[in-house]
């Protein structure tokens, strides 16, 4: 899988991961066993073809008494606020931030248990990320994957809703042209002709698109988020599906909020403030 390739998409539940677990599960996903970090998150995983969407927390009641508790997590609100691209060696991607004046900490290791087949082991990241303030969105940053044969498994690849890849991020911001040029210097990529918002390549499949706030409002209407004071907001996630989008089986409706329209489906997660699109694959 090469460089700069999309990784993964992160949701910030906090310290709510019991019902975030029930909420997406009743989305139709398939969630992995809950995972424990070291660096003392936790998180389920929904795994796709080569990319995947993370729910990450921290155990309820338990960030007082840890001192590994991560703030930028903790002090975070709750929605999308990850954005993960592919790298194979962590260290290059430093240097490469460096030249690109993006660079943030040097890149850290940690790890988390797994158990499979009565045999536990551990799946191994390196990761770096862009420096806070880049992209006020979130969190953007690199992972390199020391077991990609423990993430990728096909016991927790194949999902009700018939989902098998995120195939695009939707940023909000004040400075969209300033936001899109960012992240074609970042990726190394170029712009997509499409007919509204700023629609930026990702390197072996799906785009990054950033809207003003106004395109934002004119693709989502009242499911949109706010961005109450802030600078910029991953806006939602879109995801494609195999599957007829008029018949998936959404289920615990109390939880999300949904709005069929002509060739998708979207969901709003009110608790968790992230918007979720499904669309039909082209392929």
Not at 31 to 50: D, K, V, W
Not at 101 to 130: I, N, Q, W, Y
Not at 213 to 236: N, T, V
Request: charged fraction near 25%.
């Amino acid at each position: 899988m090469g460089e700069n390739y999309l990784d993964h998409v992160v949701i910030n539940v906090k310290d709510d991961m019991d019902l975030a677990q029930l909420v997406f599960s009743n989305l139709g996903f398939t969630l992995t066993p809950r995972g424990y970090h070291t660096l003392g998150s936790i998180n389920h995983l929904m795994m796709f073809g080569s990319d995947y969407m993370e729910l990450i927390g921290f155990p309820e009641h338990g960030v007082a008494n840890n001192p590994n508790a991560r703030p930028d997590l903790t002090t975070a609100p709750f929605g999308i606020n990850g954005l993960v691209f592919k790298s194979s060696d962590v260290d290059k991607t430093f240097e490469k931030l460096v030249e690109l004046e993006m660079d943030g900490d040097p890149p850290k290791s940690f790890s988390r248990p797994v158990e499979l087949d009565g045999r536990k082991t551990d799946a191994k990241f390196r990761t770096v990320t862009v420096r806070a303030g880049v992209f006020p969105e979130g969190r953007v940053y690199f992972c390199e994957h020391g077991t990609p044969e423990l993430v990728w498994r096909p016991e927790w690849q194949s999902h009700r809703n018939g989902i098998g890849a995120v195939s695009e991020i939707v940023v909000v911001t004040r400075e969209p042209a300033k936001s899109a040029d960012l992240y074609i210097k970042l990726l190394g990529t170029s712009l997509v002709k499409k007919s509204l918002g700023k629609n930026v390549e990702i390197p072996g499949g799906g785009c990054i698109t950033v809207y003003s706030e106004d395109e934002y409002q004119e693709r989502y209407g009242q499911l949109a988020s706010g961005l109450e004071g802030r600078d910029a907001i991953f806006g939602a996630l879109v995801f494609e599906t195999a599957k007829d989008i008029f018949k998936l089986d959404i289920q615990g409706a109390k939880h999300v909020e949904m709005e069929r329209k002509e060739s998708s489906l979207v969901l709003r997660v009110p608790k968790y403030d992230s918007v979720l699109e499904i669309t039909k694959s082209s392929g």
